[in-house]
């Protein structure tokens, strides 16, 4: 079983425009109202792929009582601690049918006590006892200090828990100090916090190699519309993302979390699995809402991405490569 | 007692920005939730005024239960409905702190049954009977005909109930034919009905005289910073707006009809009465969030305004007055 923890849930809502623009009144009939929040889209996409999972997180008030009927109307599995910090937040997320990227405007969220935490953190070591994989995804509640984070990370690493943390800024510091299983992150904040910029392949697998050297068995970072990087002990990998008309990516780094974790779980190598992962982001863009993927286009995008294994990769392989799948 | 009708209500989430534009991720630490919908904000301004007042309104889902509760906890009066049609509304808010006009997105809202709406109608009907005056505000929910809000209108007319109606389009026209009390509406949506454009204080006192000679009491016509002119037995009135520096005019109509209503149910005339709406609507668009209005900001924009009666006013005098205004 797949345990997809999710200190900061939200209830999101996608408002889909035929034309938008902003300081007037403008109506729409098309919303998509859905339990959100990173790790509910993880959530959202193992289930589409046939992965057994189950999400944990903190909920509060009618907003929380919300995404538990919205997630178990999809089929979700949850387990959910109460807080008393009032009403789990809401994220819209913003489509333009006429053009332009999506824009997520995203609420802090309702600030948590210690005792709010503990209960949260007591039910993860709970379920994570019949987990065979964790994810961590996603920000932490407000009130909630990076350190609190590190201290569940070495609870689940003591218990002998393999874990997968998905998360940025201090809580990512946090997190690669504990020394987790596995990081995936994007490209931004992981540089944010190396301290150098990731544009490119060669920075990706310098970056995933440090995190590698420095005790993370898989380190993976995605990067966008040039696909995703990755180590472990057996190499460096990086799968390129096939060319496709982008909808919304918001999501996408979600769905690829979740098919890196499915093909890890289904006893995939890493390059196997990074290529699931790649396969499930790039679905995801093709839709509106996020780790809402199609598994025809799973397969086909599957087919067309183009893995390259680069344990030593060559400067002109690398480049040649990213021609062949017209990144450059 | 003032009864107000509210059939469309939402939960109002206005979010602020420092700097927002479309295209990124984008966070907020200050978001405001609210009851929310026209009919919530003529209440909250109500409330602010003092004047004891109830609204009815048809409720769904969590959101319902969310938006009773955020209305009980600001100390309104509600009697709800409960319909069968799924989550009650979210309405977002964007305001933008560096500057733009805020931006509304309404969502429609869920498809009410005629057994949801005869259940709404019914309770209006029955705490009608408490009620001096009644105020319609608003849109209809999705899957309610004009027409029946047309039957409700003629309902409480033969219940002998004094009733204003503010929505716009198809349920406007229903509404006009009716013939309720009162209608009062801003000039683009009257605009539309009456077939012309009201873009200065003639063409409204025109709008309202029409109005009041097809047998609506009170007509009134709020024209933005422009103030609003109002009709009855006694005359035809336009009350300026004063200069100040907007910050959100979402709601201003709202509070407007608050004041409106106040006035008249104090016994005050129509031109007084309109005074204290207009320095409602004033003080309203000073503030983030619909209906919210500080008092003493009522008090020193309603003393700042210029009244004006024109019964039978020379087209010279209103040019004076609106450059006295400074709105030309």
Redesign the interface.
């Known amino acids: 079983m797949l345990l997809i923890i999710t200190p900061n849930p939200s209830i999101d809502?996608t408002?889909v425009?035929t034309d938008?623009?902003?300081?007037?009144?403008?109506?729409?009939?098309e919303?998509l109202?859905t339990a959100g929040g990173k790790g509910l889209n993880v959530a959202r996409a193992a289930l589409t792929l046939g992965q057994a999972a189950l999400v944990c997180a903190p909920l509060g008030?009618?907003?929380g009582?919300?995404l538990a009927?919205l997630a178990a109307a999809e089929g979700m599995q949850g387990r959910w601690s109460q807080h008393n910090a009032g009403?789990t937040r809401?994220c819209?997320l913003?489509v333009?049918r006429s053009g332009?990227?999506?824009?997520?405007?995203?609420?802090?969220g309702p600030i948590l006590s210690g005792a709010d935490w503990a209960s949260f953190a007591g039910l993860v070591v709970e379920v994570a006892a019949q987990a065979s994989l964790c994810l961590v995804a996603g920000s932490l509640p407000r009130g909630v200090a990076a350190s609190q984070l590190g201290m569940l990370l070495h609870q689940l690493h003591a218990a002998g828990r393999r874990v997968i943390v998905d998360t940025s800024g201090a809580a990512l510091q946090s997190a690669i100090d504990a020394r987790p299983y596995g990081i995936k992150v994007n490209a931004s904040e992981l540089g944010a916090i190396l301290g150098y910029a990731i544009p490119d392949v060669d920075a990706a697998k310098a970056a995933v190699t440090q995190l590698h050297s420095m005790g993370i068995a898989v380190a993976v970072v995605s990067l966008g519309a040039h696909g995703a990087v990755a180590a472990d002990a057996s190499g460096v990998y990086w799968v390129a993302a096939p060319r496709i008309a982008v909808v919304s990516t918001i999501g996408s780094g979600d769905s690829l979390l979740a098919g890196l974790a499915t093909g890890l779980l289904r006893g995939q190598n890493l390059e196997a699995a990074l290529r699931l992962g790649v396969a499930c982001g790039s679905a995801d863009a093709l839709t509106v809402g996020g780790g809402r993927i199609d598994l025809a286009e799973v397969a086909s995008t599957g087919s067309a991405t183009a893995p390259l294994a680069v344990a030593e990769p060559a400067e002109a392989e690398l480049v040649e490569a990213m021609r062949r799948a017209q990144i450059f």
């Not at 332009?100 to 802090?108: F, K, M, S, W």
């Open positions: 809502r408002m425009f938008l623009h902003l300081g007037s009144v403008q109506r729409t009939d919303v109202v008030g009618h907003s009582a919300l009927d009403e809401t819209v913003l333009n332009g990227d999506a824009t997520a405007l995203n609420e802090a």
